[in-house]
């Protein structure tokens, strides 16, 4: 929050986002009814999620694909460097796949002495800075022109120059040999179709369709969610799907993959790989409330709307998921220690909700991770400059509850609040207040009435 | 009004909320006022205290579940429940039957209590009122998060505004963006929620009204504590004062 220019990097970007979104729901009065039918598909998969992934499984292997399950994420990264090391693999392109950052595949790969590169634009210039993405959909939503520019003039000797377009030269120009020379393609999926074996994946810039065709050996990784029942489902998604994270009717690119290369086609691997992936989904599934965070399509609409995300930007919430949906699934994925303040970190504004193109209850789903926060740790220090320990909170907290029990302590507990309040104040209003710092650090409190309105009323 | 006093002669009790009592007592003379004047009998049932809204945010329900069962109790025996706050009124309204949902006659009594239990413009707006207040000003109305997402009210304290002869409502640059209160949340990270409220303050600087005004005390804190820290001449009053022609200029 502390940089200005991130800053406004940032929330220029997410307010395009979001207009964009806003204008091409207005123009598509279909749009909210495809919503209702997007989520009633979602409700149905997930519940039948077993019956789907088995039939999934059975006819990616009959279009000749090889299906991998894989329980976490040691397990999923074993899977791929076996079938990278069997293949002697030097090389492999990668396009954006949030579930191979959840996995942290690149760093498995490089230390198993494969490059791992990136190839769409804006995860190519994360790795280039050595950084992770901060964004579901723009890797880079916090990076300015000039960064980048700065970026690869200090990497890459590339000379400055004020086009855009020389960017994406740059990266091009660097890109293009590899795509021809990788052993490996590792992808992420949008959509995996129960009924046809087909993987669906949606871009932008081509380099999925480059990646998933010019290497022998295609790896698609995706979390276990991902399945859809048909390709009808997947016409109801591909409506809202670019329309919620872009504001594109469609977007430039959707690869239809099913199997591998046959005899006498031209393109495509030769061997086509799904590794299936739970990693804590299975956590979610069996929590009632949660169930519906995995009806999730990584659309990135939420963040764009996000008063917190705006201002504290991706990397703040600490792992690959930020914003609303990733304060919501990260406790449950990571575990409470490690992500205890990010279903606190929100007005529960529910902003979100209102853009979700499945319409998760995000606020109601924060408020459930909230309890179960609560109730995993006893000791969990409060996200904030007010950092008190956890059982100083639950003191506070049963103290509190036994005053609000009671219509007597209530009303001294009142009286007392608001005799101690008025010798703080001055002028009509407290600037100052002993434990509030920096709650008043911008803000004035009221002057407390002499009388509550229950005295006043008793009066009458 | 004698029979004010009378529990049992009066068909809508007053759910004042804890802020409004302890901190904004004219905000709970104004909303009496104004159900009188749309034909109730206000009743204030002097046990309430908290409905435990603080607790639940926090993520403390079991501390909250109590104070729920307290307040279905205190107030299931009206015919209505009306509070001048958007977000005490969904606390009862949309989460006391999830917060009770493992005690099936509990969570039926909060589903009883909760088809009765309105927020106070919501509820206006439902009847014969109009108000007879008469205020020339430029005023812009904060819809509260909780009202406007969890509610759905959004027009109805809009169009009780423009009632009031000579206001003009002004609309603000992502004028249904959140100031960043959100009770709790400003305490724990009074920085971010700062950070909020300073887009909303300078879109409110930016429009030239004298007024901002809101159905939810919560929100009205965080306005109003910040335009008198920066000595503007904007001022937050509650939706029920303006309505009931409590705000000169």
């Known amino acids: 929050m502390a940089d200005e220019r991130l800053q406004a990097a940032l929330s220029d970007a997410t307010d395009r986002l979001r207009d964009r979104r806003a204008q091409a729901f207005a123009e598509f009065p279909e749009g909210e009814r495809l919503r209702d039918r997007a989520r009633q598909i979602k409700r149905h998969t997930i519940d039948t999620l077993d019956t789907q992934l088995s039939l999934l499984a059975e006819r990616f292997e009959a279009v000749g694909g090889v299906v991998h399950w894989a329980e976490d994420a040691a397990r999923a990264k074993e899977v791929i460097l076996g079938l990278a090391t069997e293949r002697k693999a030097k090389l492999a392109v990668k396009s954006k796949s949030m579930t191979t950052e959840e996995l942290g595949l690149a760093d498995a790969l490089s230390d198993a002495g494969i490059t791992p590169l990136e190839t769409d634009l804006g995860e190519y210039i994360i790795q280039i800075a050595g950084e992770t993405p901060s964004h579901i959909i723009v890797p880079a939503i916090h990076k300015t022109f000039d960064d980048v520019a700065d970026l690869l003039e200090e990497k890459h000797g590339t000379a400055r120059c004020e086009e855009h377009q020389a960017i994406t030269q740059e990266a091009r120009d660097r890109l293009r040999s590899s795509f021809l020379e ?25 380099n999925a369709r480059l990646s998933t065709s010019l290497p022998r050996c295609h790896i698609a990784v995706m979390g276990m ?63 009632r409330a949660l169930r519906e965070s995995l009806y999730c399509i990584r659309c990135g609409a939420c963040l764009n709307i996000c008063p917190v995300y705006r201002h504290a930007g991706g990397h703040a919430y600490g792992w690959v998921y930020p914003g609303p949906i990733g304060s919501v699934i990260n406790p449950t994925l990571l575990g409470p220690e490690r992500a205890a303040p990010l279903p606190f970190a929100s007005s529960l504004c529910g902003a979100c909700r209102d853009v979700c193109p499945v319409r998760i209850n995000l606020p109601h789903l924060l408020l459930h991770q909230r309890d179960a926060v609560v109730r995993a740790s006893s000791t969990a220090r409060i996200p904030g400059r007010s950092g008190f320990k956890g059982w100083v909170e639950r003191s506070l907290v049963r103290a509190y509850a036994r005053v609000m029990r009671s219509e007597r302590l209530y009303g001294r507990a009142g009286r007392l609040a608001r005799g101690i309040g008025a010798r703080f104040a001055s002028g009509g209003r407290i600037r100052r207040a002993p434990g509030l710092g920096a709650w008043m650090s911008t803000r004035d409190f009221p002057e407390p009435p002499k009388k509550s309105f229950r005295e006043r009323w008793e009066e009458k | 009004m004698a029979c004010r006093r ?57 501390e909250a579940a109590p104070l729920a069962r307290r307040f279905i109790e205190i107030f299931e025996d009206f015919e209505r429940v009306v509070t001048p706050s958007g977000s005490c009124a969904s606390m009862v309204r949309v989460f006391y039957t999830d917060l009770l949902r493992d005690e099936p006659e509990w969570a039926r009594r909060a589903e009883a209590l909760a088809a009765r239990t309105f927020e106070l413009t919501e509820f206006l707006d439902r009847t014969s009122f109009s108000s007879g207040a008469n205020l020339e000003a430029r005023v812009v109305y904060h819809p509260s998060c909780h009202l406007k997402r969890e509610l759905g009210v959004d027009e109805a304290p809009r169009r009780l505004l423009r009632q009031v002869r000579g206001l003009e409502l002004i609309g603000l640059d992502d004028g249904d963006r959140c100031c960043g209160f959100g009770g709790a949340f400003s305490v724990k990270l009074p920085e971010l929620s700062s950070a909020i409220l300073e887009e909303k303050l300078k879109a409110l600087e930016n429009c030239d009204a004298q007024f901002i005004t809101a159905a939810d005390t919560g929100c009205l804190m965080q306005l109003g504590g910040a335009l008198s820290r920066r000595g503007s001449g904007v001022r937050a009053v509650h939706i029920a004062e303006l309505l009931a022609g409590r705000v000169a200029l």
């Not at chain 1, 959509?191 to 046809?196: D, I, L, N």
């Not at chain 2, 909320?17 to 159900?35: R, S």
């Open chain 2, 6 to 62: 009378r529990l049992s002669l009066a068909d809508t009790a007053l759910f004042v909320t804890c802020l409004v009592d302890q901190l904004f007592p004219q905000v709970g003379e104004a909303t009496v006022d104004l159900l009188e004047q749309s034909g109730c009998t206000v009743a204030f049932p002097s046990a309430q205290t908290c409905c435990g809204q603080p607790l639940f945010n926090t993520g403390y329900r079991a």
């Open chain 1, 225 to 287: 969610e991902k399945v859809v029942p048909d390709l009808e489902a997947v016409s109801v998604f591909l409506r809202i799907l670019a329309r919620s994270a872009t504001g594109q009717k469609m977007s430039s690119y959707v690869s239809v993959i099913t199997g591998p290369r046959r005899s006498g086609e031209e393109d495509g691997p030769d061997e086509l790989h799904l590794v299936i992936v739970d990693n804590g989904r299975s956590k979610l599934l069996a929590d």
């Open chain 1, 182 to 206: 990788a052993d490996l393609g590792i992808s992420g999926v949008n959509f995996a179709v129960a009924e046809t074996g087909s993987l669906v994946i949606v871009e932008n810039e081509g």
